[in-house]
């Protein structure tokens, strides 16, 4: 086992696997219930053009559960446990590059790097058609004017004889109609070029500001309240990195327009929103 000052870090030969495996897919189905809402609604912030739905976070919270109740708020949740999938192949990917790199290299920031990049790479593969299952009916309810699939209404037998995953069912059938096999895999670049780049700098950040805290922190603080306050830390400033291509990604695959079309939308909307802004800057001094 490495140490670096006094954060340990755990290596793929000093897990428990039998634990690891079991307690992670636990503690992942926790989490993403837990920030489902969140995501839903940063994905309709990020599709809605403008402020034509939402003003923001809040507004949309606000709105959704008047509108939606909180089964609005989990729209397209029980899709979404199809990636603990994909998380255990992004955990077992990190961890068996990250060793493999080791033999050429101790900087732990290059491990992070490599393993980071390479283990999204993996995770993607599998998340994406997901993804855009999951963002159509995210979209569906209040933001189902901005998406190309929307559910159908039941028929009065479906009405009276709920088919299980009839939704998903529906979204499903739409896509494959509309684009074949193709279509689950929209916005797959758009996608890599998001998570690759947040997976190889959450890891090296996420070990930088554990340094940092550890040096700050008094020596008899646990470790798990370092990597407490790191992980959010490292997350942060990661998001913060590639959230202008998570948004290019999240309007390929749910408005599902062409990526090289989409450049020239995006091109036009950033013009819009720079002229927009020096108006209103010069309403201000007049």
Request: charged share 15%; proline share 4%; with cysteine.
């Amino acid at each position: 086992m490495q140490q670096k000052r006094n954060i340990q870090i755990i290596e793929w030969e000093d897990l428990d696997k039998r634990k690891f495996y079991s307690f992670g897919v636990f503690m992942t189905m926790a989490i993403r219930a837990t920030v489902y809402p969140a995501t839903l609604i940063r994905t309709r912030l990020q599709v809605q053009k403008g402020k034509s739905l939402y003003s923001g976070t809040y507004d949309a919270f606000c709105k959704i559960l008047r509108a939606e109740g909180l089964r609005g708020l989990y729209r397209g949740f029980m899709v979404t446990t199809f990636t603990l999938i994909s998380g255990q192949a992004y955990i077992t990917t990190y961890e068996l590059v990250r060793k493999y790199v080791s033999n050429y290299s101790k900087d732990n920031t290059l491990k992070s790097l490599v393993a980071g990049g390479s283990a999204s790479l993996v995770a993607q593969s599998i998340t994406v058609p997901i993804d855009v299952i999951s963002q159509q009916l995210m979209m569906q309810g209040q933001g189902e004017h901005l998406t190309r699939f929307k559910i159908k209404p039941e028929t009065a037998l479906e009405a009276k004889h709920p088919v299980f995953f009839g939704q998903t069912r529906n979204i499903i059938g739409q896509i494959f109609a509309a684009d074949g096999i193709r279509g689950f895999y929209r916005g797959y670049v758009a996608s890599l070029l998001t998570y690759i780049p947040n997976s190889a700098v959450w890891w090296p950040f996420y070990h930088f500001y554990a340094e940092q805290l550890s040096k700050m922190a008094p020596s008899d603080c646990p470790h798990l309240v370092l990597q407490a306050m790191a992980g959010p830390l490292a997350a942060a400033t990661a998001s913060t990195v590639t959230n202008p291509m998570d948004v290019i990604r999240a309007r390929v695959q749910v408005i599902s327009i062409a990526p090289d079309m989409y450049c020239l939308a995006c091109a036009t909307e950033c013009v819009y929103i720079y002229n927009k802004t020096q108006t209103n800057i010069k309403n201000q001094f007049i």
